[in-house]
């Protein structure tokens, strides 16, 4: 089947903010402080509204009467186009920030690009989301230095999220035939050219967190085309059972 | 800090022993409706009678994110996922301002949670119940978000000030909470039989215990009447729980779903409903702590408070870093 690389692009974004959006509120409750909750909370509220509209769009575009919730909650694992750093588990502080912080610091530089392109569907909702997205890079960033330059325990925490994570990073950057073919539609940005703007942010908070950059890893990739972790699977289980268990149901 | 500079010839209230002119005084500015502010004089038995109410208040705020928190990375649509985080996020920002309202009587926030953590300060039972389906959600904002607003609203009004603006703040949000859960109800019951059905067992499972809320019967609250006289009560527990149950039943009505009580009905005289006999053992037993959640909840907390330590630990190091290095 061929895809459309207009929809698959809406779809992809949606899915970054979907999952990282759901994860985020898992914090719910559970957080450091309660200031630190709210702050997750509201990171959590701005990428599930950034889902919503790109699902809507995919959803427009694709003009098969699926709508934002049809695609969040009736597509299986294979179906879902998210990167796979977004999906890692929260884990404790550290790792959450830094999976924020990698991911921000990412769309950030995205949606700065693609508040550009020619197809205002996307421009629009990139240039309103730019503020939100700022505003996460920065939080994150400050929790970041603010963690690597602490304690020692906080530090080593630091190192460890870093450890993992960093491997998934090269994933953001990738470009497959689809996303070219959503440059030359108007809709996608060049991805792999936000790279040294991304390592110059990057090694900027490193050296002010006191972290040492982590060597290259070996990449772990497939989000983009359903092949994902197990972790995935067990958070679509959670977030979609209601509808699935109802699917005639309105709510 | 008053007692020290006692002159003696100065006539003491006989219980308290407080200087009487400072005490009467004290009376008649909250006769008269005004705002007592944190650096006015007040009965030592004023400050931690409401120390006690504000932080139980905000401790309840808290406590109260975890029922519904129990659904947001279940909630059937996107819309509501995000409304419901959204909810969530307003109870804890309810329980950071009536937080700083306690502080300036002198409380410290470490102090009150402390107190939280330890069980000796209590918090709104009904967050001890269960929240077993997706209409409990429905249910908690349209019956327990309604019940606070009929204890918050007055309070907008009472005596102490820091108190009674927190609360306006409070009560803007919360109206808007038991609006989410009333369409929430509203969409159940238009639905299909198994979502009418959740419906209506969210409502037999939350109807009692939300009229448990307005706390014991007038008869059985000792406080009342000095609270009353303080302003940090407006109404009573029995008058507030009988507006709830007229405000509500007619909202049942409106979704087609039946109120788990045989005893009510319409009476034309009292222009009220009379409503049956509610059961305090139980209440008391949830109170005690022998709740479904109790456990679970402040376990919750407790487990959230000490995974963040290096958390907290982590920003203070950072913190006194900069400031070195500022100094330098
Ligand atoms: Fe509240
Ligand atoms: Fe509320």
Redesign the interface.
């Known amino acids: 089947m061929r895809q459309d690389p207009i929809m698959q692009s809406a779809l992809r974004l949606g899915d970054d903010a ?1 999952i990282l959006g ?1 994860r985020l ?2 914090w ?11 702050s997750l ?2 990171l ?2 701005d990428l ?2 950034q ?2 509209h790109f ?1 809507g769009l995919a959803g427009d575009i694709e003009g098969q009467g699926r709508d ?2 049809t695609l ?2 009736f597509r299986t694992d294979l179906d879902f186009t998210n990167c796979l750093l977004v999906e890692q588990p929260n884990g ?2 550290a790792q959450t920030m830094t999976r924020q912080w990698l991911y921000s610091t990412y769309q950030q530089l995205l949606f700065e690009a693609m508040a550009g392109v020619e197809d205002a569907r996307f421009a629009e909702v990139a240039d309103k989301a730019l503020k939100e997205v700022r505003y996460h890079a920065e939080l994150s960033a400050d929790w970041v ?3 690597g ?3 020692d ?2 530090h080593q ?1 630091m190192v460890d999220a870093l450890g993992w994570l960093w491997r998934f990073v090269p994933e953001l950057f990738q470009m497959d035939e689809l996303d070219s073919l959503a440059v030359e539609a108007g809709v996608g940005v060049d991805k792999a050219a936000l790279r040294p703007a991304y390592d110059a942010a990057i090694n900027a908070v490193f050296e002010e967190a006191k972290l040492t950059r982590p060597d290259d890893q070996r990449t772990l990739t497939g989000g983009r085309h359903g092949h994902h972790s197990e972790h995935l699977g067990h958070l679509l289980a ?2 979609q ?3 699935r268990s ?1 699917p ?4 | 800090m008053y007692t020290t500079e006692l002159d003696k010839s100065r006539p003491v209230d006989l219980q308290t022993g407080e200087p009487k002119d400072l005490v009467d005084a004290f009376e008649a500015r909250v006769a008269a409706d005004e705002f007592i502010e944190p650096k006015d004089w007040m009965p030592e038995a004023y400050r931690k009678t409401l120390i006690r109410q504000i932080s139980q208040h905000a401790h309840s705020e808290i406590i109260g994110m975890y029922p519904e928190g129990n659904w947001i990375t279940r909630a059937p649509s996107l819309q509501r996922k995000a409304i419901l985080l959204a909810k969530v996020q307003d109870e804890g920002g309810h329980g950071l301002y009536l937080y700083c309202a306690a502080e300036t009587l002198g409380a410290s926030r470490d102090e009150m949670v402390d107190a939280l953590h330890s069980g000796k300060a209590k918090y709104s039972t009904i967050f001890n119940y269960p929240t077993l389906t997706w209409a409990d959600i429905g249910a908690i904002g349209w019956l327990v978000d309604g019940a606070a607003i009929m204890n918050q609203v007055p309070l907008q009004r009472t005596s102490y000030g820091p108190y009674a603006r927190a609360m306006v703040r409070v009560c803007k949000e919360e109206s808007f909470h038991q609006r989410q859960g009333y369409s929430i109800m509203l969409a159940l019951a238009e639905g299909t039989d198994a979502q009418r059905r959740m419906a209506q067992d969210a409502l037999n499972r939350w109807w009692w215990p939300s009229l448990m809320m307005f706390g014991p019967p007038d008869d059985a609250s000792p406080n009342t009447e000095r609270s009353m006289r303080w302003r940090i009560k407006r109404e009573t527990n029995d008058e507030l729980r009988q507006k709830f149950v007229d405000a509500t039943v007619p909202q049942a009505e409106l979704l087609g779903l039946s109120i788990p009580d045989p005893d009510l009905t319409w009476n034309e005289t009292r222009g009220a409903y009379d409503f049956g006999d509610i059961d305090w053992s139980e209440f008391y037993a949830v109170v005690k702590g022998e709740g479904m959640c109790a456990k679970e909840r402040i376990t919750a907390r407790k487990k959230a408070w000490d995974d963040g330590a290096w958390v907290r630990e982590a920003a203070d190091a950072y913190e006194a870093k900069k400031q070195a290095r500022n100094v330098a």
Request: charged share 20%.
């Open positions: 979907l759901q509120s898992e719910c409750g559970h957080a450091p402080t309660i200031e630190v909750d709210l909370a509201n959590g509220l599930i509204g889902a919503m699902l934002a919730d969040a909650f404790d502080f230095i603010r963690l330059d602490g304690t325990v906080s925490k959670t977030m059972h209601i509808p109802h005639d149901a309105r709510w």
